[in-house]
């Protein structure tokens, strides 16, 4: 899964939240001045890799959303820290939890709870 450019997020923010829409109500929602044919290639663009779902209504398409936002920044994280821990484990583990922990103290508790989780569930 790759990091979404800036106008890719800015229509995948869109398609969580308002649901499926066509490539017009798109670009009214974007309130820029961008063209119909960006719109449709981006759309295009994100229905190739897998993040949106399309359906046919007359000679145009209607986008949803193929997985969550949760989803989408799940597979973003396993994908990037995966690669990661191949290569350097320890300080990357390390570099997490602080940065984890620098957010908001709680996301330490949230790990710890977590990591029991996958404990129990592997025994």
Known sequence: ??????????????????????????????????????????????????????????TAYIYRSAMSQDDYH???????????LEKSAGPVLAAFVNTAAELDEDNLKKLEALIAQRRRRNK
């Open 1 to 58: 899964m790759k990091v979404l450019g800036s106008l890719e997020k800015r229509v995948m923010d869109i398609l969580w939240v308002a649901g499926p829409l066509g490539v017009r109500q798109v670009m009214t929602q974007l309130k820029g001045k961008l063209a119909y044919t960006t719109i449709m290639t981006t759309l295009d663009r994100l229905y190739k890799k897998g993040l949106l779902a399309r359906d046919r209504n007359g």
């Open 74 to 84: 799940c597979s973003l994280v396993e994908d990037t820290v995966g690669s990661l």
